[in-house]
């Protein structure tokens, strides 16, 4: 360690010196910055937060979300209402003083930036900037454009990407970085900045633009694409982008702003080898390649667990290759730990639920996006079944937000209090309201298996599952994603659900992974939990030292580095 620490200190602390940009709409630095909805910004912090333990030289841009995403509270029905989240930027980031100005339809608008530094392990800083156009010298109405993520309609959504895009390169060039010849393009709503950097550079220069940019694609379904009518942008955006449009899309309408990603960026990749398949034939594009998705292990490791892999794995957070030595951890010393998160999950669920659950039953956990691919009421398909196979042996803790405008969504939440109510008395379920990234942590660490059941193959990673694997929670999930390359029967934990052979999006047969949950539950799962408790210990091994050493995002980001910045992670 000593070493290592010597090496970054001869690592430039000058912040003008990053070569890489990473642009993306949402990031989750912290719980209490809820600039962020899902996955995806919790993605994006766990990579800024590997690149600053890594030396990485990046810089993030992101946009400040007023109001947050929203705060979901649920009545005794399920249905939810949606609140904003008051939170002062003044209180978690530093407004600077520089300022760089867009144009909106006619109208400039200015655009001011606050920075957040995000510190890593030995003292390197990834700063990151959120630009924001809530200033006095624009509109009431231009003020309110960054309001809210993802809310408002497409006219809205469009200003957005226009203030990350192209403000974003423009506040980059006013903060003075002279260096950034990458730009990282996470998610397609980062893809204006592709045309600022040809307007930068003059007219004919696609092709040096396209050297320096790199584009992730984070989901199969078409809702996470954005598509705008070409007479919507021509309104929005100033001529000069529109001849570059024009050029790029060749005449198309509308404009996929995922289309124009994937023309102008050098690198392009999915976030799971299955979803780099699943991309390659849904934009007929044989070059896109994957780079599998984690999570950064120090900041999803429950404090039980990290006190125990500081005793037995040292290094482990600065290279969580070293997981792979979790097999030598003393059995009881994994259960202790297992069992003093699992108290603080029970402590969250009694606070937050008012219901006492029982230590040693054993403990399932669902929490993700309410979208309805994600099914989370697919265990409660038949209830007959599963009081039978379930009665007073397991109890659920769920959690998850619906989008404010997703009904399907909403009414899967719906049906979720319903089998609570139908359960009562028989197997206890409980619904967490307003998930988080802190009750995200409390329960991927606290829970005994962690469920997921997507529609294949629309789960294009999936992160959720990669925390509890760190924190020794074995999970049991449909072959999709990320478990596609993690999952080994019965030693890292187990699938639902036949052998993932869907290329595309398309339907198939629900009753196989309903079945498959409910016959593994009965026969293997309970068993295990309740009769072989060795084993069970085992499998919690096998998880850290075999999932948890890959899924993370040290291991994602050298990757990134290696394949698609062509920064070697090797240059200290
Ligand atoms: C990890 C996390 C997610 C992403 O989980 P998935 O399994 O990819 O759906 C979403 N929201 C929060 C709050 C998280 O912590």
């Known amino acids: 360690m000593e070493r290592t620490s010597a090496i970054f200190k001869r690592l430039s602390q000058d912040k003008s010196k990053r070569e890489i940009a990473y642009f993306t709409m949402e990031a989750a630095l912290e719980n209490d910055i809820p600039s962020f909805s899902g996955g995806l910004g919790v993605l994006a912090g766990d990579t800024l937060r590997s690149a600053a333990d890594l030396g990485i030289p990046m810089v993030g841009v992101t946009l400040l979300q007023q109001y947050g995403y929203f705060h979901q509270t649920l009545d005794d029905s399920g249905n939810q209402t949606e609140t904003e989240v008051k939170w002062n930027p003044d209180l978690k980031l530093t407004q600077l003083p520089n300022y760089t100005e867009i144009k909106i339809e006619n109208r400039i608008v200015r655009v001011r930036v606050w920075e957040y530094e995000v510190v890593g392990k030995y003292g390197y800083v ?109 309104q929005v955006l100033s001529p000069v982008y529109i001849d570059y449009l024009r050029d790029i899309l060749e005449g198309e309408n509308p404009v996929n702003l995922t289309t124009i990603s994937l023309k102008l960026s050098r690198f392009v990749n999915g976030v799971s080898a299955k979803h780099g398949e699943v991309s390659r034939n849904m934009f007929k594009n044989p070059a896109i390649e994957s780079i599998t998705n984690g999570v950064h292990s120090a900041t999803w490791t429950s404090q039980s667990f990290r006190r125990l892999f500081n005793q037995y794995i040292p290094g482990w957070d600065i290279d969580p290759s070293h997981f792979v030595q979790a097999m030598f ?143 020794g929670v074995l999970n049991f999930s449909v072959l999709d994603g990320w478990w596609i390359e993690a999952c080994i029967e019965g030693v890292t934990g187990w699938a639902i659900g036949p052998e993932p052979n869907e290329p595309n999006l398309s339907d198939y047969d629900e009753r196989l992974d309903i079945d498959d949950l409910y016959e593994k539950l009965e026969k293997v799962i309970i068993p295990l939990y309740y009769e072989d408790r060795s ?38």
């Open 126 to 234: 990834v700063p990151v900037y959120f630009l924001d156009v809530n200033t006095p010298e624009n509109s009431e109405q231009d003020r309110e454009l960054n309001k809210q993520l993802y809310g408002g309609g497409q006219y809205i959504r469009l200003c957005q990407e226009v203030i990350l895009g192209i403000g974003g390169i423009r506040m980059l060039r006013d903060l003075g970085f002279r260096d950034i010849d990458r730009y990282h393009l996470n998610e397609g709503h980062a893809s204006l900045l592709a045309l600022e950097l040809i307007r930068e550079s003059g007219y004919s220069s696609y092709d040096k633009v396209k050297q320096n940019c790199v584009f992730t694609t984070h989901t199969p379904v078409p809702a996470g694409h954005d598509v705008f009518e070409f007479d919507l942008v021509k």
């Open 329 to 471: 951890i003393p059995d009881e010393e994994i259960w202790k730990a297992h069992m003093t998160a699992k108290g603080k999950l029970l402590s969250l669920v009694e606070d937050e639920a008012g219901i006492r659950m029982d230590l040693n039953r054993l403990t399932i956990g669902f929490a993700r996006r309410a979208a309805a691919y994600k099914r989370a009421d697919l265990i409660f398909s038949d209830l007959e079944r599963l009081i039978e196979i379930a009665g007073d042996k397991v109890q659920f803790v769920f959690a998850g937000k619906a989008h404010p405008k997703d009904g399907e969504g909403k009414q899967v939440i719906r049906n979720i209090f319903a089998a609570i109510e139908q359960l009562k008395g028989k197997i206890e379920v409980v619904y967490i309201q307003n998930y988080d990234m802190h009750s995200g942590g409390v329960l991927t660490s606290g829970v005994d298996v962690w469920l997921n059941n997507p529609q294949r193959p629309r789960e294009a990673s999936g992160t959720s599952g990669m925390k509890s694997a760190h924190n």
């Open 535 to 572: 084993k069970w210990i085992r499998m919690m091994k096998n998880t850290i030292a075999l999932n948890a050493a890959y899924f993370n995002t040290h291991r994602m980001v050298k990757e990134y580095a290696l394949k698609a910045y062509h920064v070697s992670p090797l240059f200290q």
